[in-house]
Nanobody, 125 residues
Framework: VQLQASGGGAVQAGGSLRLSCGASGRTLSSYTVGWFRQAPGKEREFVAAIRRYGGSTYHADSVKGRFSISRENAKDTVYLQMNSLKPEDTAVYYC???????????????????WGQGTLVTVSS
């Protein structure tokens, strides 16, 4: 499956962005999808994930209450709504997908088989 992440941009602190993760070649609803981010000089970190079919969601503590992951199966797209953005949210955001990832690995980027190209989010103070 080929993933395409989009929606990044430059915003001021307190602003909002909505990232999208689309897929070609497969139905994304049958995959667990995770959003991760990587800031310059830092390791890739978990942001949020949504399970396939049932759609249970998980968010990193650093984004709880500000970010929300969701999926729209009719458009075969997973979204990451980001509100109250902070400068420390600046990073390249990646979406990953996996059909069989177990719950204990859902926050581990190594657990995902497929990745998009990333979209840059820049938050200025």
């Amino acid at each position: 499956v080929q993933l395409q992440a989009s929606g990044g941009g430059a915003v001021q602190a307190g602003g909002s962005l909505r990232l999208s993760c689309g897929a070609s070649g497969r139905t994304l609803s049958s995959y667990t999808v995770g959003w991760f981010r990587q800031a310059p000089g830092k390791e890739r970190e978990f942001v949020a994930a949504i399970r396939r079919y049932g759609g249970s969601t998980y968010h990193a503590d650093s984004v709880k209450g500000r970010f929300s992951i969701s999926r729209e199966n009719a458009k075969d797209t997973v979204y990451l709504q980001m509100n109250s953005l902070k400068p420390e949210d600046t990073a390249v955001y990646y979406c990953g997908a996996d059909k069989n990832i177990i719950l204990s690995r859902i926050r581990d980027s190594d657990g995902y088989d497929y990745w998009g190209q990333g979209t840059l989010v820049t938050v200025s103070s």
